[in-house]
């Protein structure tokens, strides 16, 4: 490190030790820089995104022809349901929940009809107004009917004593069931009068299954105990294909925030799930409709390729006590061991020779390709479409110590590198509801109305972080760590994209005939070898520079990081991840 960046480092940590106790907390999170929310001020209350709905900036597609995919319903067995996309407005807070904006509670209208409402939905104010709730209607071949009215409702919460500020005040009830039945949903009324009996139905409890809480909407935080209140969106215990279906309602957290209020229950699909997925044709329409541009910081040095380049370039198979002897790999990976686990026993690794291992590393974006990964989840009313991105290298990270960017060498490169990004699709109309961006170990679901979308298209923008590749919905800095310590995720437009609806591959869509996955897709091992040098040594080399406590912080994050990113070794393959069968990690 250069003496200028050394001294400027010192003296921002002496300046930050003497002014202020240091208490660190090393879970990760993710601290944009770039994002920053303004709100104006209209008729002494702010001027909210919620008060605009969202609208994607194109019309549908017209959807090539086939079964039940975006054909309106779904039967779940016993259960006919639709989703229902308008409200009216009931209750609506203008602080707490996320960026303290509020939230807003809304009754669902216009529902078709035959059908009826299981509950009331709400939203943060942080965002425009974008939801769904799931309605239903007895298909009537059952002995008893799936769904009956509430005997009676209980109180919940109210904010009768809550000092925020709020339109009105605010009371959420919970439908009591007869037996054999359960509710799903609750309503919301600004008046302390139970809502009539006949507002919302409860559903036969044979076709209801457990539920659990996603990301919060609003919460109440006091100093722990009873009055601690949140306000959560539900999602199904069980992940995956084989998942409940979350009916887009919310449910309610008191008390220290272990208690659980009803409802705490989905709705169950007890058909095939992949009844109402799309085909071949209808999801090359929705590659082309939603699938986005990659966007590569201008200073990134290894850019993406595609498996085959990489293949024919000079990839090489190593194994175990052969390693003087490695293995060119077919262009198709056909010669790679299928199967098995993520052993010691093969991995891959760049060419020998030093300029072909160079070029290598580079990588190849002219040949680049998207790979796409199509599966039902949230109990095949939604379709999954992942796309995976494979890169060569993954390069050194840079970590933020105050106000100094320290690079870490060699820590955080490892050859081969897999990124990806899931759509979540409605199977009831062929709407994009939300976008997973994967970030290292993790990531961060993005509803559609906080995309950036391609000019007046209904596709939109990812962009992949410096060397890292991790993949953010906007450009800027992100920190993973904390505002004092943190590795940085720089991400911004340049000239190096990838259009990902322009040279693809569905790799994978089990529930299709004729979808053949490529042999290289089934090689369980790593993609990359184990670290040829000291982690240990490459840390220090950092610290050495930083006064003693600073130092002992820094060391203390750099044990916190996972290994992917710390680059301690190549990693797996699409098919090998958790979220391959599952539902994405939810943060």
Request: proline fraction near 7%; hydrophobic fraction near 35%; charge should be negative.
């Amino acid at each position: 490190m250069d003496l200028y960046p050394r001294i400027n480092l010192l003296l921002f940590s002496i300046l930050l030790i003497l002014g202020s106790s240091i208490s660190l907390s090393f879970n990760l999170p993710h601290i944009h820089f770039h994002k920053f929310h303004f709100i104006k001020k209209r008729n002494n209350h702010a001027f909210l995104s919620i008060d605009s709905p969202f609208n994607f900036p194109a019309p549908s597609p017209i959807w090539p022809s086939g079964e039940g995919f975006a054909s309106g319903t779904i039967d779940l067995g016993g259960l006919i349901t639709t989703e229902v996309t308008t409200f009216n407005k009931v209750w609506t807070t203008y602080e707490g929940g996320p960026q303290n904006n509020g939230a807003t509670f809304f009754e669902p209208i216009r529902l078709p009809n035959g059908f009826s409402l299981l509950g009331y939905y709400a939203q943060p104010n942080n965002r425009a107004l974008f939801g769904r709730v799931v309605v239903a209607k007895d298909n009537g071949g059952g002995a008893s009917p799936t769904l009956k009215r509430p005997q009676d409702y209980a109180l919940i919460w109210s904010s009768t004593n809550l000092k925020v500020k709020e339109d009105t005040n605010g009371y959420i009830w919970a439908p009591i069931p007869s037996d054999g039945y359960r509710a799903v949903g609750l309503v919301v009324t600004t008046t302390p009068d139970k809502p009539p009996l006949d507002k919302v139905m409860c559903v036969r409890s044979d076709l209801t299954s457990s539920c659990e809480v996603d990301e919060l909407i609003w919460g109440r935080q006091g100093g722990g105990g009873s009055d601690e209140f949140d306000i959560l969106e539900s999602r199904p215990v069980s992940n995956g294909e084989k998942a409940a279906v979350s009916i887009g309602t919310f449910m309610t957290r008191s008390g220290s925030g272990t208690t659980i209020d009803t409802p705490s229950f989905c709705l169950k699909n007890t058909l095939k799930t992949s009844t109402y997925m799309p085909n071949l044709d209808q999801i090359k329409t929705l590659i082309n409709s939603y699938a986005p541009t990659i966007y590569f910081h201008p200073n990134e040095q290894y850019l993406p390729s595609s498996v085959k380049w990489f293949f024919t370039n000079g990839a090489l198979l190593y194994k175990k006590g052969e390693e003087s002897n490695p293995v060119p790999i077919d262009p198709t990976g056909s010669n790679l061991p299928s199967g098995g686990t993520s052993d010691e026993l093969f991995w891959i690794d760049l060419p020998r020779d030093k300029g072909a291992r160079e070029n290598v590393m580079r990588g190849d974006i002219k040949s680049a390709y998207a790979y796409f990964h199509v599966k039902p989840t949230i109990g095949g009313t939604y379709t999954d479409i992942a796309i995976w991105l494979f890169y060569p290298f993954n390069g050194g990270s840079t970590a933020k110590v105050g106000i100094v960017n320290v690079p870490l060498g060699k820590i955080g490169e490892h050859v081969g590198d897999w990124e990806h990004v899931t759509l979540r699709i409605s199977n009831f109309n062929g709407l994009l509801q939300k976008v997973f961006f994967a970030q290292h170990s993790g990531g961060e679901w993005v509803h559609s109305s906080n995309l950036e979308f391609i000019n007046n298209t209904n596709r939109f923008v990812g962009y992949a972080s410096l060397h890292g590749h991790a993949t953010y919905s906007h450009p800027g800095d992100v920190l993973q760590g904390n505002e004092l310590v943190g590795i940085r995720n720089d991400t911004a437009k340049s000239n190096k994209l990838l259009d990902t609806t322009k040279d693809y591959e569905i790799i994978s869509a089990d529930y299709i005939e004729g979808v053949i996955e490529p042999p290289w897709l089934n090689y369980a091992r790593k993609w990359g070898p184990k670290i040829d040098y000291n982690t240990d040594d490459e840390v220090h080399k950092v610290a050495k520079v930083l006064p003693g406590k600073l130092k002992s912080k820094f060391l203390e994050f750099i044990k916190s990081l996972p290994s992917e990113l710390l680059g301690e070794e190549g990693p797996t393959g699409p098919k090998m991840k958790r979220s391959w069968d599952g539902d994405e990690s939810f943060n």
